[in-house]
């Protein structure tokens, strides 16, 4: 399974913008995907998943209530909306993927840099 991130950019605090990431090749062995971020000089850090058939959500507690994921199944693609961004969300966001019978995510995509100005 290919993944391919996309929709990052900059905007000023408070604002919004959407992710997408694009599944190509067996995406039936998918079981979940996710989104994770990594700021310059930290640790990646994951920032929230979806079960890929059941459309289950779970986000980090610095996002909830502020971001949202979900996937359209026909397309293959999973999103991430990003409302009330601040300066703290920049960096550079991965869409990730639990392929087969892993436990991990297994599958990445390249990052795209999300930069929010105060």
């Known amino acids: 399974v290919q993944l391919q991130a996309s929709g990052g950019g900059l905007v000023q605090a408070g604002g919004s913008l959407r992710l997408s990431c694009e599944a190509s090749?067996?995406?039936?062995?998918?079981?979940?995907t996710g989104w994770f971020r990594q700021a310059p000089g930290k640790e990646r850090e994951f920032v929230g998943a979806?079960?890929?058939?059941?459309?289950?959500?779970n986000y980090a507690d610095s996002v909830k209530g502020r971001f949202t994921i979900s996937r359209d199944y026909a397309k293959n693609t999973m999103y991430l909306q990003m409302n009330g961004l601040k300066p703290d969300d920049t960096a550079v966001y991965y869409c990730a993927a639990r392929i087969g019978t892993s436990v991990r995510f297994n599958s990445w995509g390249q990052g795209t840099q999300v930069t929010v100005s105060s």
């Open positions: 979806i079960i890929w058939s059941g459309g289950s959500t």
């Open positions: 090749g067996r995406t039936s062995s998918i079981l979940l």
